[in-house]
C-alpha cells in the first residue's frame, strides 16, 4: 500500500476533506499548497500530438510530435484562429511551391542525392521516393511552420528564382504572427495569475494518442461556453495525463456547476479519473459515494 505521505494526490485529497472542518482548516490550506507546488513544479514532460501550436520557439506541423514542458506552455481557446492562421500560410505556401520545384527539377536522382547529401537522416525515406512529388512529401513532412530551411535549399540550389517571393512573403507572415503569439504568452506568465483559479484534469490517457484538439474538446465538454476563459498551463505525464489550467476567480462558481453537469460525458469520453477546481474536488473515481 501506498502511504499517503508519498503519493501527492493523496495528500491533497486529504487536505481537501480537512478543509470541511473549521478547526483543522489552517493546515488543510498549508497541504493543499505544498502539493500544488509540487505538482506544478516544472520538469515533468508530455508528449502529445499537435494540431495546433506548442511554444513561441517551436510551431509545428499537424503530423509531428512535440513535448510541452511543464510551466512553459499556455494556450487558450479564444486564440485558435491565430494558430489555424499560422498552418494555414504554412499550407498555402506547400501548394504553391511543390508545383513550381517539380516544373524546375527533372531529375529525381539529381535532387534526392542532393538532399541525401544535405540530410543524410531522409535516407531511409528518400529511398522509397520514385517521383518529385513523392520527395516534395518527405521533405514537407519534416518541416516546421518556422523552419522551412529544406524547402530553402532545395529553391537555393536549384536556382528556382520563382519560389523565392514565396518563401520570402511566407516568413514575413511567421514572423507577424509570431510577434502576437509572443505578445499573448508574455502577458500570460503566471505572475499575471492572482486572481486565477487552477483546475487540474487528470485522465486516463495515452499521451501519443491524443492531440490538443482533444484537449480543448474536453475544455468545451467541460464548460461550454465559459471555455474560452479558460488558459491551459502545463501537461504533465505519469501513470496519467495531468492538464492543469487557470480561470478567472469570479468564474469559480459558474466553472464548477458547469463542471458537475458534464460530469457523465467527462468521464465516458475522456477517461476523467479526478477533477479539482479551485480546493474543490468535483470528482475522483477513488472516492465512492
Known amino acids: 500500500m501506498i502511504a499517503?505521505?508519498?503519493?501527492?494526490?493523496?495528500?491533497?485529497s486529504l487536505g481537501?476533506?480537512?478543509?470541511?472542518?473549521?478547526?483543522t482548516k489552517p493546515l488543510a490550506q498549508d497541504i493543499i499548497k505544498d502539493c500544488d507546488e509540487i505538482i506544478n513544479k516544472p520538469g515533468t514532460t508530455a508528449a502529445v500530438r499537435p494540431d495546433t501550436i506548442s511554444t513561441v520557439n517551436e510551431l509545428s506541423t499537424a503530423n509531428a510530435t512535440v513535448s510541452a514542458s511543464a510551466g512553459k506552455f499556455f494556450f487558450n481557446a479564444?486564440?485558435?484562429s491565430m494558430f489555424d492562421e499560422v498552418r494555414g500560410h504554412f499550407g498555402i505556401l506547400r501548394h504553391k511551391i511543390v508545383p513550381l520545384i517539380t516544373k524546375s527539377i527533372s531529375s529525381v536522382e539529381e535532387?534526392?542525392?542532393?538532399?541525401?547529401?544535405?540530410?543524410?537522416?531522409?535516407?531511409?525515406?528518400?529511398?522509397?521516393?520514385?517521383?518529385?512529388?513523392?520527395?516534395?512529401?518527405?521533405?514537407?513532412?519534416k518541416c516546421r511552420v518556422n523552419n522551412?530551411?529544406?524547402?530553402?535549399?532545395?529553391?537555393?540550389?536549384?536556382?528556382?528564382?520563382?519560389?523565392?517571393?514565396?518563401?520570402?512573403?511566407?516568413?514575413?507572415?511567421?514572423?507577424t504572427l509570431c510577434g502576437s503569439l509572443k505578445d499573448f504568452i508574455s502577458q500570460n506568465k503566471p505572475e499575471h495569475f492572482n486572481d486565477f483559479e487552477t483546475i487540474q484534469f487528470t485522465l486516463g490517457w495515452e499521451p501519443e494518442e491524443h492531440s490538443l484538439d482533444d484537449i480543448r474538446n474536453l475544455l468545451e465538454e467541460?464548460?461550454?461556453?465559459?471555455?474560452?476563459?479558460?488558459?491551459?498551463?502545463?501537461?504533465?505525464?505519469?501513470?496519467?495525463?495531468?492538464?492543469?489550467?487557470?480561470?478567472?476567480?469570479?468564474?469559480?462558481?459558474?466553472?464548477?456547476?458547469?463542471?458537475?453537469?458534464?460530469?457523465?460525458?467527462?468521464?465516458?469520453?475522456?477517461?476523467?479519473?479526478?477533477?479539482?477546481?479551485?480546493?474543490?474536488?468535483?470528482?475522483?473515481?477513488?472516492?465512492?459515494?
Open 4 to 12: 499517503v505521505s508519498d503519493d501527492h494526490s493523496k495528500l491533497r
Open 16 to 23: 481537501n476533506i480537512l478543509m470541511e472542518l473549521e478547526e
Open 148 to 175: 522551412i530551411s529544406m524547402i530553402k535549399i532545395i529553391v537555393i540550389r536549384f536556382e528556382i528564382t520563382e519560389a523565392k517571393p514565396l518563401i520570402s512573403e511566407y516568413e514575413e507572415e511567421v514572423k
Open 222 to 289: 467541460a464548460f461550454k461556453e465559459l471555455n474560452k476563459r479558460i488558459i491551459v498551463r502545463s501537461i504533465h505525464q505519469g501513470n496519467s495525463i495531468i492538464i492543469i489550467c487557470y480561470a478567472p476567480h469570479h468564474l469559480l462558481a459558474a466553472l464548477l456547476l458547469k463542471a458537475q453537469d458534464n460530469l457523465t460525458v467527462l468521464m465516458k469520453e475522456f477517461s476523467l479519473i479526478r477533477l479539482t477546481i479551485g480546493h474543490y474536488t468535483v470528482y475522483d473515481e477513488r472516492i465512492k459515494v
Open 111 to 141: 535532387l534526392k542525392s542532393f538532399l541525401q547529401l544535405s540530410f543524410p537522416e531522409l535516407s531511409a525515406e528518400l529511398s522509397n521516393a520514385e517521383s518529385i512529388n513523392n520527395i516534395m512529401n518527405v521533405v514537407v513532412k
Open 78 to 80: 479564444a486564440h485558435q
